[in-house]
Structures are given as structure tokens and as C-alpha cells.
């Protein structure tokens, strides 16, 4: 794990006056790494570092000779210190470089994300043990969370080609969908899916790979981590449930998911961590999933939220409206460490670039859960909006937003930003 150096330092301001405002999502604390270009052109996507409401372009800067996100990503853990270190000095209050690099800014306003890297594999568990046993109520209720979920961190491969960044459009998926408890030997129906359904997760990117057949032990997981973004794992539960058994998630999930355009490093999280433990009676990680540096601090501290805004909420300029809120130390039963460990184990080896979901990240209470699935008592008890409409699950022109954030005594505020996506007819 990164210990605090000066990069941290809550006294620590920038000469970006946009960045000091109280509540920015991206105070010189942060400084998270994203694909951009001037909105609306057909310029290459550069690497640019997020600065209060600006963009600080990194070639432009002298800071970096590539415009190849993954290049960043495999740099040695000891080269993105030096790299961090290098950029809160020069955007601090007083530094030398000011002249220079205040020519390489961006205003937010008028650039254009991309995905923030190349991700050639992508992986979702399912760490959420409140949503797991939610959901598992739903589908199995003899039988929520199945014998396997406390030793073994539960996934499975994603579709890495239709994952897009925030601000994403995408058509309703249709498939193939069977009502439980319909007669077993009338076909099933096909239309577009009537359960669309967000999932509120974060996106681990991985750094430095690990060659095949060499595991990555626990001890080492975090130097494999580059940092995160929020995920909307898009879900479309009717197809999931007819098609789920026995080999897991497919159609229900490939058709779209959205990713922040901002990777907040380990590096900055560095003062948001927290203690990983497991409940009174719960079996222990087994030896491989398991370290002191793990138990001290492997769970992460951060906020998150979900916004809903309907296509009438639009029209009649309405803001969005909050669904939901949460933590993620309450949420998530396998910290990033040991889903890294884990999923190397067998030697497996995951790239830079790599994206591991954690798994819809529902807290204990309903005000706190993850998905339309667990809101609405699978649908069963449609939530009432502010403007007198209804939802049950999404519905075309709806906009979903997750939005997330650190806060703790003695640092400051980092955001993660936010990752929108419309479904559209
Ligand atoms: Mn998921």
C-alpha cells in the first residue's frame, strides 16, 4: 500500500485557483489520469491529469512522450510515484513550471473523454455480500447466497468491446426472456428487455501484468493496481434469469458498460483506505487471500451515489434526482488485493489495462443499494420520482448517473467524478 508522502498533504494547494475551491473533485490531492482531445475534432486522444476544472496535457507539458495510456499503466510502481510527485510539484502554489504548463491546459468544459485506456480484458465479480444475498433472495430463495460466496471471490469474464466512457447512448437490448413459474414447455418470448437495470461498481485498472503461470501473491496485488473509475455494469435482468444457469451472466450484461473518464490512482487513495475484516462467525480468507497489509488496510473508504434524470425531468429542465447512497467498507466482501491475487492464482495473467468490476456495491440498508433490482423488490414496488413518475426499472431517455467521492479528517477531498449513460429506444 502507498504510504502519505507530501503529494497528500491537506495543506497543499495549486495555482489552478479552480482546484483549491472547496468540494472540487479534483484538488492537486487527486491528480487522476484520463484520455482527451479538443471537443467535437478528429485529434488523436492525449493523456491528460485532471486539475480543478482544467486539463493539464501531459506531452504538452514535457511530463510524458506518449500518447499511449497502457504505456503509463506498466510503468514501474517507483516510476508513477515519481511521476505523481513531479506533477504536484509543478501544479503547486509557487512553482517554477507555472508559465510553462499554464500553457498546457484545457478547460474541461471543452474537451472530449475516451474510454481511459485500452482494455483488453475485462472481469466482473461480485463482492457486494449485501446485494449478492439481495438478489440471490430474488432468484433462489431457498437458497440466497450459495455455499462457494465466502471463500471464493465469485466472477466472471465481461465483453471488453462494448464498454464505453461516460456520456455512453445505447438501444435497449432484446433477447430471449421466460417468466419464472411459466409453463416449462411453452417457448420463451423475445422482444427488447422490460428489466433494464443499472449496477453501481467500481472499475479496478490493473498497472504492471504478471506473466503467465506466475501468480501474483497477495503481498504484491496493490503494485499490480494503477487506480479505479466508477463501472454501471448495464444489466438486463430478464434476460439474466432465463439465461444465467449454468454457465453465468451473458447477453443480460455484454450489450453495454460505462466506465468514468478519470482513473483515480492507488497512489491518491492512499489516505481513504480502511481496515478489512470479516463479520463475528464468517470463515477466514484462506492463506492466499490473506495478509496483514490486507487486514490493515485493503477495503477502501468512498462514497458513492446514483442519480436518476428522466427524459420529462429533461424536458421541463429538472435536475437529476438521487436514488441512493453508500459506502464502500460496508459493501464489499473481497478487497481489490484479493481479487488481483485471487484471479491470478491459477496463473493467469492479466495485462495493463486489464478492468476488474468489483460487483454492484449495495451497503446493508435499501437506501444504500446498488441496483433498480434491490429498490424495487425485484420490480414488485416501483420507486415514486419527485416529479409523481414512476420506475420500477429504466426506461427509455432515462439518464443514470454514479457519482463517487473520499472524504476523511486530516485529507482532502478527492472526487471520482461521474459516469452518465442513456438508454435509448
Ligand atoms: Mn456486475
Known sequence: MTTLN?????????????????????????LPFGRFRTAGS????????????????????????????????AASPAQRQALRATLSEGLREGSAQQAAWSKALVAQSAVEMAVPCRIGDYTDFYTGIHHATTVGKLFRPDQPLM??????????????????????QFKRPQGQTKAPGSDPAAPPSFGP???LDYELELGFLIGQGNALGEPIAIADAEQHLFGLTLLNDWSARDLQAWEYQPLGPFLAKNFASTLSPWIVTMEALAPFRAAFSRPEGDPQPLPYLDSAANRDGGALDITLEVWLQT???????????????????QAAYWTAAQLVAHHTVNGCNLQPGDL???????????????????????????LTLPNGETRTFLEDGDTLTLRGYCERDGAVRIGLGEVSGTVIG
Not at 507530501?6 to 492537486?28: E, M, N, Q, R
Not at 433498480?372 to 416501483?382: A, D, S, V
Open 356 to 382: 476488474l468490476g468489483s460487483g454492484t456495491l449495495s451497503g446493508p440498508t435499501l437506501a444504500e443499494a446498488g441496483s433498480l433490482l434491490e429498490l424495487t423488490y425485484g420490480g414488485k414496488q416501483p
Open 42 to 73: 478528429a485529434e488523436a486522444f492525449r493523456i491528460g491529469v485532471a486539475i480543478g476544472d482544467q486539463v493539464l496535457d501531459l506531452k504538452a507539458a514535457g511530463v510524458v512522450d506518449t500518447d499511449d495510456m497502457n504505456v503509463l499503466m
Open 6 to 30: 507530501t503529494t497528500h498533504d491537506p495543506k497543499l494547494k495549486s495555482w489552478v485557483a479552480s482546484a483549491d475551491v472547496a468540494g472540487c473533485d479534483f484538488p492537486i490531492q487527486n
Open 193 to 195: 428487455s422490460k428489466r
Open 311 to 329: 427524459a420529462k425531468m429533461r424536458a421541463a429542465g429538472e435536475p437529476a434526482t438521487r436514488l441512493t447512497q453508500g459506502n464502500t467498507t
Open 147 to 168: 455455499p462457494n460466496y465466502k471463500w471464493v471471490p465469485i466472477g466472471y469474464h465481461g465483453r471488453a468491446s462494448s464498454i464505453g466512457v461516460s456520456g455512453q
